[in-house]
């Protein structure tokens, strides 16, 4: 397949900058995608479209303040983004190896080091530069920080997409990082959120449940190549990216008995659909812990997902082609110019859409 045919027409004043004023009053497109019916709601009123004993699988990835600010020694300001830590050095509280992206890393020396800022534009401490790598990315040694989880809490902002504009100011990093985050978070890894969950609220996953909805979680924590447009021109010569992910017992028994009783399997987001496609067989989940690079692009045979709530996708990336392979690229392109024509709001603080 072709690239180019994941590409649409997107007014820049369509691009959320700011989350609906309450999650839950966010819109909510909903596809019917064997007849291509749209019907134009509120994600308060998703309720109306399910039905007791469906699931709905939630990533309960936790997102890291993962975007810091440092200095080189000659003055020259630097921004970066953490990734993750090496196996191996995840439980140390000594010095820390980060992988990071940092913008500018043309200019910096291997082994020079540089001064990590924390939040108010202090030097918080020194790192050195160990690797070079490819793609803007480089190996940090942290020195005498702690943990890493600790220190991105004293240096780190919202590692906010970079279509969203924002500055330092600390009373819209706080913000952010209440709103960038779903209320049901809990493991900490992710540098992006799943942002089909963001629309929910604790009194709407109450509500659902009184109607006899059934909620399961698994968790992959969503790395920076969501973001990552797909560059080659056909699809299948694209590489995604790899990501951790796991699913214990108990959730997979949910999801497999609420499947064995007939209701529908809703993803939320498409990082829950990637697990689930991924842990599955022969229609049944299994519970695992791993990583997956599953590619779902138009092809592919679903196994699990019935249901697929999901955000507005850029052109051209893996998102867009994963929910083109659920609904059909015309339908989805379809649904996206109604959302153009009807002024939804687009990207990771936008609307919604379900995809029934």
């Given at each position: ?43 308060a009123d998703i309720g109306e479209f399910l039905r007791p004993g469906d699931c709905l699988v939630l990533n309960d990835t936790k997102v890291l303040p993962a975007r810091f600010f440092a200095r080189r020694a000659t003055g020259g ?133 009184d109607r006899d909805i059934q909620f399961a979680y698994i968790t992959l924590a969503v790395g920076e190549g969501t973001f990552k447009p797909i ?126």
């Amino acid at each position: 397949m072709l690239t180019d045919e994941l590409d649409y027409a997107l007014p820049a004043e369509l691009i959320a900058q700011q989350p609906a004023q309450h999650r839950q009053r966010s819109r909510l497109l909903v596809l019917y995608r064997r007849t291509d019916r749209i019907i134009d709601s509120r994600f308060a009123d998703i309720g109306e479209f399910l039905r007791p004993g469906d699931c709905l699988v939630l990533n309960d990835t936790k997102v890291l303040p993962a975007r810091f600010f440092a200095r080189r020694a000659t003055g020259g300001k630097l921004e970066g983004l953490f990734l993750q830590q090496p196996a191996s050095q995840r439980d140390t509280q000594a010095e820390e190896l980060w992988l990071v992206m940092l913008k500018g890393l043309a200019k910096v020396r291997q082994g020079e080091q540089i001064f990590l800022k924390d939040i108010t534009g202090a030097d918080f401490c020194p790192a050195q530069i160990l690797e070079k790598k490819t793609g803007g990315r480089c190996m940090l040694k942290v020195e005498g920080a702690g943990s890493a989880e600790k220190t991105l809490k004293k240096i780190g902002f919202p590692p906010l997409p970079p279509y969203i504009r924002r500055d330092t100011d600390l009373k819209q990093a706080a913000k952010d990082k209440i709103r960038y985050q779903t209320v049901y978070a809990k493991h900490p890894g992710a540098v992006a959120a799943p942002t089909a969950g963001l629309h929910f609220t604790k009194p709407l996953i109450e509500k659902l449940k009184d109607r006899d909805i059934q909620f399961a979680y698994i968790t992959l924590a969503v790395g920076e190549g969501t973001f990552k447009p797909i560059t080659t021109k056909t699809l299948e010569a694209h590489h995604i990216h790899e990501e951790q992910f796991s699913i214990n017992g108990k959730n997979a028994k949910i999801i497999n008995q609420a499947r064995q009783k007939g209701g529908r399997i809703i993803a939320v987001g498409t990082t829950s659909v990637r697990v689930l496609e991924t842990a599955s067989a022969n229609g049944k989940l299994q519970p695992v812990e791993g990583t997956t690079n599953l590619f779902i692009r138009p092809g592919h045979k679903f196994k699990m997902v019935d249901c697929v709530i999901t955000n507005f996708h850029l052109p051209r990336s893996t998102l867009l082609a994963l929910v083109a392979a659920f609904a059909g690229l015309d339908t989805i392109l379809a649904a996206y110019a109604h959302a153009v024509k009807h002024r939804y709001r687009f990207y990771s603080y936008g609307d919604a859409m379900l995809i029934i």
